[in-house]
Nanobody, 115 residues
Framework: QVQFVESGGGLVQPGGSLRLSCTASASEVSIYALGWYRQVAGGERVLVAH???????NYADFAKGRFTISRGGAQDTVDLQMNNLKPEDTAVYYCNAFALGSHYWGPGTRVTVSS
């Protein structure tokens, strides 16, 4: 019911920046919130940031002050600007849409922070 196109992952040095973008295309559902989660190998998928229909935002503690979530130019598009990246930010980042009580997931984009 929700299709995703994600972009922007890659390799960056510590202290660098990356911008992730996601476009969600929903059929038959109205998206209540868009967000990004991340998962390290062997770990759980954890919230990075959400933006809700009313444009309020929610960030994980590790993201506050470094990451910014915003709406892109098109409907149901969300961007995640990540600054001052650290090696511990290395993970697969997943776009998420929350609609009608269900979570929908993008395929994921890998972010590697390494010198």
């Amino acid at each position: 019911q929700v299709q995703f196109v994600e972009s922007g992952g890659g390799l960056v040095q510590p202290g660098g920046s990356l911008r992730l973008s996601c476009t969600a295309s929903a059929s038959e559902v109205s998206i209540y919130a868009l967000g990004w989660y991340r998962q390290v190998a062997g770990g759980e998928r954890v919230l990075v940031a959400h933006i809700f229909r009313d444009d309020t935002t929610n960030y994980a503690d590790f993201a506050k002050g470094r990451f910014t979530i915003s709406r892109g130019g098109a409907q149901d598009t969300v961007d995640l600007q990540m600054n001052n990246l650290k090696p511990e930010d290395t993970a697969v980042y997943y776009c998420n849409a929350f609609a009608l009580g269900s979570h929908y997931w993008g395929p994921g984009t890998r972010v590697t922070v390494s010198s």
